[in-house]
């Protein structure tokens, strides 16, 4: 097996983050020439969400979804402005419920299924015409490693 | 050409309700005033059903049960939160965005492309919203404001327009004023209205067609304006809002614009003063407060940031302290540090207006009215005696937590990590 090779970045989040970018435009001096090495660190915010306006989380409920790494209590970034692929998972509206299920296009376009991962669940057969929405497309699940204690459950 | 647009959420507090309730797509659906007091949205269902704006819900409760008509109580923290992600959207299309409450927004169309390509381009538009937030609109193309907002009803009202209507011509601008009440005029009331029709103006081109020098012989200044606007010349801007349902305060910043968050809390704080002074000015006090500063965003692939927050407090108000309080509050909470964005406009908007002696009680209010107009009426006192703003607010915080009543109000979806949308695994 090849060797497991990793690599690390610095990653942060969110606000607030001060940064030494005023630095540039002290008036005085010559500018800093540390300010040539000066890069940004990695915003999980830039590298999981691509329409800013059309992102929603949403919390999973229930084991449908174990085999395919989704699980319950997971946390999953929703895309609401991308179109669902064959093969995507998605968000979709059933009586008045959401659900999170795989998206199968048939060949020809006009039928699918919505397929869960696990055994004991039955796939859901739909038609591109029938009262069923993908409300939106999961490009991502969060899903925590470190066991939290229990009232910090969110 | 000069051309302006019009973006208005349809039936808005409903349709946020149903971006999470999508199963209510087609349902009636009502939402409910602070302390769940009466109707304060509908959905194109309801309406049919005869339900009217501002009906305390104990008249209606039976009725609505009776119909299945889900009652929300109002959730202006998911409101404020979909407001912001529609107007984030709405400034990638225009170079000059202008926030008017928090379902409107008007933008600059002007020399952006002929008919065919703004048609096209204002349908696009709603189509990205409906689809990246969930929330239909409706968008007015036309050369004034006024016109804009006349063309925005129309496509709200025909399915066949797309989301979008544009009234381009003089053609188009008589045919659609001709069957449009003048009373549904942007800046004409319902009071004004009937004093309109004892003159037999009925409609919004009875209005346009009299000459101006009439209209100023009979009314003030502000129907001359609306004339001029229902003619095609543009006078009005959301700053001198002809409607006492809004008022804003805002500007453009020259150059590269505002980088600096002390000199951004000094420009709204300024804002938001001359917005209390205008608000008392006219007798009113206002429940709903926004705050809005955006990067330019048009046609560039630069990323850009966007603060639109807005907030809806339990009592009304028209205290300057208290409302440049909030202004800041929600300024910092938008703010952004991990980018040096460079803000090209920045405003405030008061909503939720209403007449000062009809301002609702809280049980539950934290602040001394009394004590807080005492204040008030001292500052413009010494302010009208020795100059504008000698005494004006420094900064403060506040605070508004309180125990209303909201049974029916749905989680915060967008703002809260406890209350997500829940999808099932199942």
């Known amino acids: ?154 | 050409m000069q051309l302006y647009g019009l973006a208005d959420c349809n039936n808005f507090y409903c349709s946020c309700e149903r971006v999470f309730r999508p199963d209510l797509r087609e349902a009636p659906v009502v939402v409910l005033s602070n302390n769940d007091g009466c109707i304060i949205a509908r959905s194109e269902e309801s309406k049919r059903l005869g339900l009217k704006m501002g009906t305390p819900y104990y008249q209606v409760r039976h009725l609505l049960e009776t119909h299945h008509v889900t009652v929300f109580s109002s959730n202006y923290t998911l409101y404020g939160s979909l407001s912001g992600r529609v107007m984030s959207l709405l400034s990638r299309y225009t170079p000059q965005l202008e926030p008017y409450s928090i379902d409107e927004a008007f933008l600059d169309f002007s020399d952006m492309g002929d008919a065919a390509f703004l048609k096209a381009y204002g349908e696009r538009m709603a189509a990205d919203v409906r689809r990246s937030v969930g929330i239909p609109i409706s968008v007015g193309i036309a050369p004034t404001r006024t016109l804009a907002k006349v063309a925005s009803k129309y496509a709200k009202r025909y399915a066949g327009y797309r989301g979008c209507c544009l009234m381009d011509t003089d053609d188009k601008r008589r045919k659609a004023l001709s069957s449009f009440d003048v009373g549904d005029v942007w800046g004409i009331g319902r009071h004004l209205a009937e004093t309109l029709a004892g003159h037999d103006i009925r409609l919004a081109a009875d209005l346009a067609d009299k000459d101006e020098a009439w209209v100023s012989r009979h009314f003030n200044v502000n129907v001359v304006r609306t004339w001029k606007e229902l003619n095609g010349i543009s006078c009005i801007s959301p700053d001198d809002s002809p409607e006492k349902k809004s008022i804003c305060t805002s500007r453009s910043f020259a150059d590269e614009g505002v980088t600096d968050l002390h000199l951004l809390e000094e420009y709204t704080a300024r804002f938001a003063t001359r917005c209390a002074d205008k608000l008392r000015g006219q007798a009113s006090c206002c429940s709903g407060i926004t705050v809005f500063a955006y990067t330019s965003r048009f046609r560039t692939e630069q990323p850009g940031h966007v603060i639109h927050q807005s907030t809806v407090l339990p009592v009304a108000t028209n205290a300057t302290a208290e409302i440049v309080g909030h202004v800041l509050r929600m300024l910092r909470a938008g703010f952004r540090t991990s980018a040096r964005y460079a803000y090209k406009k920045a405003g405030v908007v008061l909503w939720n207006i209403c007449p000062q002696n009809a301002v609702q009680q809280d049980l539950f209010d934290v602040v001394d009215r009394q004590k807080q107009t005492a204040l008030q009426r001292a500052v413009d006192h010494i302010n009208r005696r020795n100059g504008p703003d000698k005494v004006h607010v420094a900064v403060r915080g506040f605070s508004s937590d309180t125990g209303a009543r909201c049974d029916r109000r749905s989680p915060h979806y967008t703002t809260d990590v406890n209350e997500l949308p829940v999808a099932f695994a199942r």
Not at chain 1, 12 to 19: C, I, K, N, R
Request: charged share 25%; net charge negative.
């Open chain 1, 1 to 154: 097996m090849d060797e497991l090779r990793l690599t690390f970045h610095r990653a942060t989040a969110g606000q607030p983050l001060p940064l030494p970018l005023s630095d540039e435009s002290v008036q005085a001096g010559f500018p800093s020439p540390a300010s040539d090495y000066f890069a940004a660190d990695l915003d999980l915010n830039d590298l999981l969400i691509r329409h800013k306006e059309a992102t929603f989380y949403v919390r999973i409920a229930g084991d449908s979804m174990t085999d395919a790494g989704i699980l319950d209590g997971d946390l999953a970034i929703v895309d609401k402005a991308a179109t669902a692929s064959d093969g995507d998972f998605v968000i979709a509206c059933i009586n008045g419920e959401f659900t999170i299920k795989q998206f199968r296009l048939a060949p020809g376009g006009e039928k699918g299924r919505l397929v869960a991962w696990n055994n004991r669940y039955p796939s859901i057969e739909v038609c591109a015409y029938d009262d069923f929405r993908i409300w939106g497309v999961v490009t991502h699940v969060i899903h925590p490693l470190k066991k939290r204690k229990p009232h910090e459950r969110g």
